[in-house]
């Protein structure tokens, strides 16, 4: 059995953001038809998107930042940290 990952001294984990708290943020933007209009013309990315052992993309995933650049949006904001 694999050890569990633990970063080395100095070294810093990639930040990731829920997709679902993504969605909702560009939901609240009014883009989520063309978002999901991206996703079905890109069979890879929609199923990178909906794979359900995965329900957080890191915030720097570029595919991500591209699809949200298109829409008009700023990623820094959609992918922005959640607050509770």
Known sequence: MAADYAPQ??????RTVLKSTAQDRVIAAGKWAEA???LMANP??????Y????PAVY???????KVIQSLGLDPAE???PETV
Request: aromatic share 10%; proline share 7%.
């Open 44 to 49: 890879v990315m929609f199923a990178r998107w």
């Open 36 to 38: 999901f209009a991206e």
């Open 9 to 14: 001294k100095g070294e810093r984990l990639k």
């Open 78 to 80: 959609i992918l922005a």
């Open 59 to 65: 915030s720097d995933d570029p595919d991500t930042v």
């Open 51 to 54: 794979v359900p052992c995965r």
